[in-house]
Nanobody, 125 residues
Framework: LLVESGGGLVQPGGSLTLSCVAS????????IGWFRQAPGQEREPVSC????????THSDSVKGRFTISRDNAKNTVYLQMNSLKLEDTAVYFC????????????????????WGQGTQVTVSS
């Protein structure tokens, strides 16, 4: 089970930090990704963090503004979002890559075995 939190309403240029907490499985054994989905649009890959080496990957649309990190002791992955834009408005989902996988194909939804329910992020003035 994955549970996201930290979403909310923020003004353009503001910041939010999303959290993704895992239960029922050992999160540190899985690469973890973040996706987002805006109304009427397809689910879009955002970021991914690998397991022990903790390499990170970000899509071009968020590179330089978003940072993904993990705290294995807390079974939690974070997505720090800075300089938020109107187009960042979406429901954000975290997901766990299939055991043994990494972030090479993080943009493929079928690489993931567990998904959270999502948290709403709204960027508006």
């Amino acid at each position: 089970l994955l549970v996201e939190s930290g979403g909310g309403l923020v003004q353009p240029g503001g910041s939010l930090t999303l959290s993704c907490v895992a239960s029922g499985f050992n999160m540190e054994d899985h690469a973890i990704g973040w996706f987002r989905q805006a109304p009427g649009q397809e689910r879009e890959p955002v970021s991914c963090i690998s397991t022990f080496i903790t390499t990170t990957t970000h899509s071009d649309s968020v590179k330089g503004r978003f940072t993904i990190s993990r705290d294995n002791a807390k079974n939690t992955v974070y997505l720090q979002m800075n300089s938020l834009k109107l187009e960042d408005t979406a429901v954000y989902f975290c997901a766990a890559v299939t055991l043994g996988g990494d972030c090479t194909y993080y943009y493929r939804p079928y690489e993931y075995v567990y998904w959270g329910q999502g948290t709403q992020v709204t960027v508006s003035s």
